[in-house]
């Protein structure tokens, strides 16, 4: 049975399993949309009806490229009833950096509520999904504070630190999924694919199955440049983030709780077994 319309982003279906358990189903194939705000709003109708419905959940986000670390903040905001920890970057600093900190950041102190920090950023009311409000005002205030005073301190990259001073992701007001959750991972998830399972991992709210994700842990800068050889610009590591355990992401990845690998037989019969280890993996998660 499919809940989601032809248009929406996601794919989602529920099954029942062999127990006689109803399984949910939905894949995110990236973390860059045209639409934030529509997208979270899909979602968040998902968990809704798969939280009245299904007994656990299947997230497939194999080949996943990443994109908007607060729009997979967004989506995990709908996936838990308790706050989830936020990984921290070490990050680049530039001029830039402190010329944006520096304007913005006594507007920013003197708002008073929530509608006073839209208007600061400029009429926002999400940050790609992530709706904005008081305590987002502070998380930056208290993050523009820092680049300041890390620059001060002659940094060019910063020490451990919140991205925009978001220290946790808080439970979605109204919709929770609060059932087990199954991540289906693979080598081919960067970026946000890498960041996603890693905070569900780590707040112990999901389990991941697959292989090591590619172990692109921080955001990138571009930057372009007058040139007559077609390149449009280039894209520099901008921070290098860590997780709980102070592990970082970049280059490790995320380390699935059940391992599976493709076989030659998964790739020559429809993958089969594939399909039955996922299937087992979340029948013991609901036993």
Do not use: C
């Not at 127990?19 to 705000?37: M, N």
């Amino acid at each position: 049975m499919t809940y989601s319309e032809i248009q929406d982003l996601f794919d989602a279906y529920i099954y029942m399993n062999e127990a006689g358990k109803l399984i949910g189903y939905v894949r995110i194939p990236g973390y860059i949309v045209p639409d934030y705000d529509k997208s979270i709003e899909s979602f968040k109708k998902l968990m809704e009806k798969f939280e009245d419905t299904t007994d656990a959940l299947v997230i497939d986000q194999i080949n996943n490229p990443g994109g908007s670390v607060f729009y997979l903040y967004a989506l995990a905001s709908l996936l838990s009833s308790e706050p989830l920890k936020a990984p921290r970057h070490k990050m680049a600093l530039s001029q830039s950096n402190i010329a944006e900190a520096a304007s913005i950041l006594p507007a920013l102190k003197a708002a008073k509520d929530t509608e006073e920090v839209i208007k600061v950023l400029g009429g926002a009311k999400t940050l790609n999904g992530l709706p904005v409000t008081y305590e987002i005002g502070r998380f930056l205030v208290d993050f523009y504070e820092f680049i300041l005073d890390q620059w001060s301190q002659g940094k060019r990259i910063t020490d451990p630190y919140y991205l925009l001073g978001a220290d946790h992701i808080n439970p979605h007001p109204g919709t929770q999924y609060t059932k087990p959750i199954l991540v289906v991972v693979n080598e081919l998830d960067f970026s946000g694919g890498d960041f996603f399972s890693a905070t569900l991992q780590d707040n112990q709210r999901v389990t991941v199955f697959g292989t090591r994700t590619a172990g692109a842990g921080g955001y990138v800068l571009q930057a372009g440049f007058p040139n007559l050889l077609g390149i449009q610009g280039v894209w520099l590591t901008g921070s290098i983030a860590e997780r709980v355990d102070k592990n970082p992401i970049e280059n490790l990845g995320v380390k699935p709780d059940i391992e599976y690998t493709l076989t030659d037989k998964d790739l020559q019969e429809g993958f089969k077994e594939y399909k039955a280890a996922i299937n087992k993996a979340i029948t013991d998660l609901v036993k």
